[in-house]
């Protein structure tokens, strides 16, 4: 009985310590094994479930195909100056086994590509929005001007990281949540995509499970510690 019961305590500390507040990878894709085909993403998921298929679209919602010039790029064959802008939804359900997700940042690595899916040459202008709605409810938006204007200096780097500070948003355990990417630009001509997808966040443990509080463990403890004792005497 009393083993039983140490080895209970053990597994409540150790539940307690896989949800603790620490940072940590929440989603994330470098895209691998896409290859120009949006219903074959591949993610790392934690907490999360997220769908496999993603799909760009036109702001008149009209699907639209990916390059398939790489294996590991999601790169969009629609030029966002002379065919308009393109967005893809990014389709997110929390695991109710979680109270709550404190989310701190998403990174990645937004491209620009000429009409033959190429990386550019020379800049030209492309801007990436993220929005996270929550149903109808928008928790957050913001802008990230990736490269602004066109010009043709030498040197040019065709792909930049980037950075959403998401610090003030917090998804709830088992609701849906759509993470929305909006694609832009102005000038000669461009496409655009990203890479290297990273979503962190810390994760809150669920009120269906009953964790102690570090001192309620230590007692806990403490109190098997005397009764063990006193079972050997």
Same mark, same amino acid.
């Given at each position: 009985?009393?083993?039983?019961?140490?080895?209970?305590?053990?597994?409540?500390?150790? $539940? =307690?310590?896989?949800?603790?507040?620490? /940072?940590?990878?929440?989603? @994330? +894709?470098?895209?691998?094994?896409?290859? !120009? &085909?949006?219903?074959?993403?591949?993610?790392?998921?934690?907490?999360?479930?997220?769908?496999?298929?993603?799909?760009?679209?036109?702001?008149?919602?009209?699907?639209?195909?990916?390059?398939?010039?790489?294996?590991?790029?999601?790169?969009?064959?629609?030029?966002?100056?002379?065919?308009?802008?393109?967005?893809?939804?990014?389709?997110?359900?929390?695991?109710?086994?979680?109270?709550?997700?404190?989310?701190?940042?998403?990174?990645?690595?937004?491209?620009?590509?000429?009409?033959?899916?190429?990386?550019?040459?020379?800049?030209?202008?492309?801007? $990436? =929005?993220?929005?996270?709605?929550?149903? /109808?409810?928008?928790?957050? @938006? +913001?802008?990230?001007?990736?490269?602004? !204007? &066109?010009?043709?200096?030498?040197?040019?780097?065709?792909?930049?990281?980037?950075?959403?500070?998401?610090?003030?948003?917090?998804?709830?355990?088992?609701?849906?949540?759509?993470?929305?990417?909006?694609?832009?630009?102005?000038?000669?001509?461009?496409?655009?995509?990203?890479?290297?997808?990273?979503?962190?966040?810390?994760?809150?443990?669920?009120?269906?499970?009953?964790?102690?509080?570090?001192?309620?463990?230590?007692?806990?403890?403490?109190?098997?510690?005397?009764?063990?004792?006193?079972?050997?005497?």
């Amino acid at each position: 009985m009393l083993k039983k019961l140490i080895q209970a305590t053990l597994a409540v500390v150790t $539940l =307690s310590s896989a949800l603790s507040a620490n /940072a940590e990878i929440i989603l @994330s +894709s470098d895209f691998t094994g896409t290859s !120009g &085909d949006p219903s074959n993403i591949s993610w790392t998921e934690n907490s999360v479930e997220v769908t496999n298929t993603l799909d760009p679209q036109t702001t008149s919602f009209s699907s639209l195909d990916l390059f398939d010039n790489y294996d590991n790029l999601f790169a969009v064959d629609y030029n966002t100056h002379n065919e308009g802008t393109w967005f893809v939804d990014v389709l997110l359900t929390t695991s109710f086994l979680v109270s709550s997700i404190d989310l701190d940042a998403l990174t990645l690595d937004a491209s620009i590509f000429n009409n033959g899916g190429v990386f550019q040459s020379f800049q030209r202008d492309f801007s $990436l =929005s993220l929005d996270i709605f929550e149903g /109808a409810n928008s928790l957050f @938006s +913001s802008t990230v001007d990736v490269f602004e !204007g &066109d010009n043709n200096n030498s040197g040019f780097v065709a792909t930049k990281p980037i950075e959403f500070d998401l610090s003030n948003v917090s998804l709830l355990g088992g609701d849906d949540y759509v993470l929305r990417f909006t694609a832009f630009g102005d000038g000669g001509g461009n496409n655009a995509g990203f890479d290297n997808l990273v979503l962190t966040g810390t994760t809150n443990g669920s009120s269906l499970v009953s964790v102690p509080a570090p001192g309620s463990i230590f007692i806990l403890m403490t109190s098997l510690a005397i009764l063990l004792f006193r079972k050997r005497n």
